[in-house]
Structures are given as structure tokens and as C-alpha cells.
């Protein structure tokens, strides 16, 4: 499967963007999806993450009341909306597939990476 992420930009704290992992290749209903993101110096980090049939997602905390990941298997595409951005959440974004049903906060374990987008947050 190739994973292609957009959506990324500039934004003002406080404000939102969506952002978009489309899949090709094979179904997306394959996979559990995840988004992880890398701030410049920094590891990249698991955002937050959905099953294949999206009755169980994970968030890490600092996003948990503030991001909502989905996805849409019809359309091959998950998604990640962002509300009230902070300046902390500057950082390239990546969508991930790990195949099968088990989901995973570990980014040694997804199989396949989008390209990332970039999100700035400016205060």
C-alpha cells in the first residue's frame, strides 16, 4: 500500500486543520492507522492511531481532547482533525499502516509510512 498525507500549513494557535492520508495500492480496511508526528530535534511520536473497522482508537494524551482521527474505508482515506493548535504541535506529520488487526503506539512496528506533511502553529 502507499500512504500519500496532506493538509498541512500554517495556522494561528487556537485554529484547526484536517489532515488527510489517502491510501492506494490496497484497501485501506486492511490496516490500523496511525498518525505520528517529528518536531525538528525531536523523535517522532505516535499521535494517534484507529483499527480497521474504527471502534478502537488511541490518542496520546496530550492530543486526546483536542484531535480526532477517523477514517472513511470507502474511500481509502483516515484523517486527523486538529483543533486548538498549539505551538507544540508544530511538527511533520506522518500517517503510518500497520497490517492486521492490532494496533500499536510503536513506530518500529508499522509496515508502511506516508511522506508527511508539515503543520506549523505559529502563537
Known amino acids: 500500500v502507499q500512504l500519500q498525507a496532506s493538509g498541512g500549513g500554517l495556522v494561528q494557535a487556537g485554529g484547526s486543520l484536517r489532515l488527510s492520508c489517502a491510501a492506494s495500492g490496497r484497501a485501506l480496511d486492511n490496516y490500523f492507522i496511525s498518525w505520528f508526528r517529528q518536531a525538528a530535534g525531536k523523535e517522532r511520536e505516535f499521535v494517534a492511531g484507529?483499527?480497521?473497522?474504527?471502534?478502537?482508537?488511541l490518542y496520546t494524551d496530550d492530543v486526546k481532547d483536542r484531535f480526532t482521527i477517523s477514517r472513511e474505508n470507502t474511500k481509502n482515506t483516515a484523517y486527523l482533525q486538529m483543533n486548538s493548535l498549539k505551538p507544540d504541535d508544530t511538527a511533520v506529520y506522518y500517517c503510518?499502516?500497520?497490517?492486521?488487526?492490532?494496533?500499536?503506539?510503536?513506530?518500529?512496528?508499522?509496515?508502511?509510512w506516508g511522506q508527511g506533511t508539515l503543520v506549523t502553529v505559529s502563537s
Open positions: 503510518a499502516a500497520l497490517e492486521g488487526w492490532l494496533g500499536s503506539r510503536s513506530q518500529s512496528d508499522y509496515d508502511y
Open positions: 484507529i483499527r480497521r473497522s474504527g471502534d478502537f482508537i
